[in-house]
């Protein structure tokens, strides 16, 4: 049995796991897409503020959470630093010569790759919050759900989403049978997990071939008994758990369209940029400026 | 002492709603020469017991010592697991999953190659172990694993194991799957093991019957704990709390156990089929002052009764009386016999009349 890994299911019952599958895809692609519409710090820290109240309601431990980040630690950073370097606008902080050329470090630079990675962190812990709390069932049933338009345009949408759900099923399944071949292939001396590159894809290969070999066996074996109960993907299916829109499911979605509101008034409306001569002509976006003046008559 | 196992416990995905416990403070310690059968309810812990004498799982807490190899929670000292799994050799549930290579040659051959031998001492190896689970070498060295038959690919995937010369051979559910036949070829081919190989072996098994046909030692594990450490003859003395952890008890036992419910006490050490005919048969020549050999072994009950019941004692113990004689004589003969011992050249047609010289049995 393998320990939990990021993006699983994690069983416990609560206000978040409760609420429609289907809304709860809506409201992340929502929230998704306005992510990238995000401009002041303030609005970023909304955002913050919101997740953290939703994960605690969602009584997912924090620990869990945040270690799915952990594991783009390394993309997040190098998106960040590749910001810093390739920034030419704002004012210059630090100048590195190179040969004719110089990269110059610019606060605009800073600032944008700060912003960008708050960004990357706001669609992971987002985008896991959806995994943590929804079954992979109610993910597919509510994505058949809402690709039923699709059909109309002769997209198999039905015959989609049992591949997906089947191949979802499949996972923890193959998982454990990798976990058993690997067992039984050290236990006859194998060394799975030493030497270079192209010795470790070479010693795998007692372990990927019988892995293969019962992937096969065990997709023969379920096509066989969805013939013979004679399984059609194309005739018209009812289905067991049948979604119902609850009153909390629109509260929920009404207080994301509000906040994606605060987000896109922040851009568009609020918007704006100005230089704050106190911060040596930094410029401030959106609602920061409000909150850049505000500051600035309480510290007088 | 082989194996000595002190306070091991383990925990599979500790601080998660996931968390199950698999063991909690085990001891046990498994001699050389030990013939060990390990029973249990799936989820018991076994499974995960018998990966930590493999060192497959590092244990959590607790020590594993195998020969002069200690595992222990921490990091320090390294361990060489190769040492070790040269020494204990383990086969899984299904083996015949794990078979890879094109040919059975060299896919028989990954284990011994595994630890490093000379070309020719795995070349050796291969072909002794090949034989000695019972397939020609010559005939199947090149052909491709998967074009074998169950029974077939099981045995050259044992083969696989016993080519490393383990002292130590651990067996989980060796029968699972398997005809009565293969079932059956396999049991021999661990009894014969036990004296050509790996003089330690531990077995673990559903099937009581199959357990009590060659354990001298059994361990019941039930939830996460062992419940009893006995030898074979003595566990049954347990049969109702067996009972009550779910596990079967051997047919044989459920006969006594019957029996003596009923005021006839034919002690407590019968464990087989063929205990249970020997204490039946002295009983029965002790009350009727007859000579019956007691190591006849089990034959077919209709000449039993037709040989020393009058026709009232057998319609009082409800015995079928069969009108005609049994026309092919020879396959009634063979039935005489039971088992199939080390015969590797039996035929399946043999199989039918054990059956039912074993249905007969059951019913008495």
Redesign the interface.
């Known amino acids: 049995m393998r320990e939990i890994s990021f993006g699983q299911y994690y069983p416990v019952k609560s206000f978040v796991h409760n609420i429609d599958a289907r809304i709860k895809i809506l409201i992340t692609l929502m929230y998704m897409v306005s992510v990238f519409f995000i401009v002041s710090y303030t609005t970023f820290f909304c955002m913050f503020f919101l997740l953290t109240i939703i994960i605690a309601i969602s009584r997912v431990p924090f620990r869990i959470v945040f270690k799915s980040i952990n594991g783009l630690l390394f993309l997040l950073i190098f998106t960040a630093i590749i910001n810093i370097f390739f920034t030419s606008s704002g004012n210059v902080l630090l100048s590195i010569p190179l040969g004719k050329l110089a990269i110059n470090i610019t606060d605009q630079g800073i600032n944008f790759a700060i912003k960008m990675a708050l960004r990357f962190s706001l669609l992971v812990l987002g985008s896991s919050i959806l995994t943590f709390t929804t079954t992979p069932t109610e993910l597919t049933d509510a994505l058949e759900v809402l690709l039923k338009p699709l059909t109309y345009i002769k997209i198999p949408v039905h015959d989609l989403a049992i591949i997906m759900s089947i191949a979802l099923r499949f996972i923890p399944g193959l998982m454990e049978e990798t976990d058993k071949i690997m067992m039984a292939q050290k236990a006859r001396g194998a060394n799975l997990d030493s030497g270079n590159f192209f010795k470790k894809i070479k010693a795998m290969l007692p372990v990927l071939i019988p892995l293969f070999v019962s992937a096969f066996r065990r997709a023969d074996e379920l096509a066989d008994a969805l013939d013979a109960r004679c399984y059609n993907a194309s005739s018209k299916r009812t289905k067991m758990k049948t979604f119902e829109l609850k009153v909390t499911d629109v509260i929920s979605f009404l207080v994301f369209t509000a906040l994606i509101v605060l987000i896109f008034l922040d851009k568009y409306y609020i918007g704006g940029v100005v230089q704050a001569p106190d911060l040596g002509g930094f410029e401030v976006q959106g609602l920061d400026i409000f909150v850049h003046r505000l500051i600035m008559k309480i510290t007088g | 002492m082989s194996i000595v196992i002190k306070h091991l416990s383990f925990t ?2 500790a601080h ?3 968390e ?1 416990k698999a063991l909690e403070n085990i001891n046990l310690e498994i001699n050389e020469g030990d013939f060990l059968g390990i029973i249990g309810h799936t989820g018991s812990g076994k499974s995960t017991f018998i ?1 930590h004498i ?1 060192g ?1 799982i590092k244990p959590q807490v607790g020590e594993v010592e195998i020969f002069d190899i200690k595992l222990t929670p921490e990091k320090k000292p390294k361990v060489n ?2 040492k070790l ?2 020494k204990v ?2 086969v ?1 549930q299904y ?1 015949e ?5 094109d040919t059975v040659e060299k896919d028989v051959a ?2 011994p190659k ?2 490093g031998l000379s070309a020719d001492e795995v070349a050796k190896r291969v072909k002794q172990a090949i034989e000695m689970v019972g397939l020609d070498y010559e005939a199947v060295k090149d052909r491709a694993p ?1 074009e074998l038959s169950g029974g077939q690919k099981r045995r050259v995937a044992i083969a ?2 016993i080519a ?1 010369q383990p002292k130590v051979l651990i067996l989980d559910e060796p029968t699972a799957g398997l005809d009565p036949f293969g079932k059956e070829q396999i049991l021999n081919l661990i009894k014969y093991l036990k004296t050509h190989c790996s003089p330690t072996i531990i077995v673990i098994s559903h099937d009581i019957d199959e357990i009590t046909r060659f354990a001298n030692r059994i361990v019941v594990f039930n939830d996460s704990h062992i419940a009893y450490d006995e030898p074979m003859q003595q566990l049954f003395k347990h049969s109702r709390q067996l009972q009550k952890m779910g596990l079967d008890i051997p047919r044989a036992v459920k006969v006594v156990n019957n029996l003596r419910a009923r005021g006839v006490d034919l002690g407590e050490e019968i464990v087989t089929a063929e205990d249970l005919l020997k204490a039946i048969i002295k009983r029965y020549n002790e009350a009727h002052s007859t000579d019956i050999d007691e190591n006849a072994g089990i034959f077919d009950m209709y000449d039993f009764s037709q040989k020393w019941l009058t026709s009232e004692q057998r319609e009082e113990l409800g015995l079928i009386t069969r009108k005609e004689e049994p026309k092919d004589e020879k396959s009634h003969k063979v039935g005489k016999k039971f088992g199939l011992k080390n015969d590797k050249k039996i035929k399946p047609a043999k199989k039918e009349v054990e059956s039912k010289s074993k249905d007969k049995e059951d019913k008495e």
């Open positions: 599979y995905s998660t709603p996931y199950r990966q493999n497959l697991l190769r799994r040269s050799g383990m899984f083996p999953y794990q078979l890879f290579a990954f284990g595994n630890l998967f696989g194991i490393m």
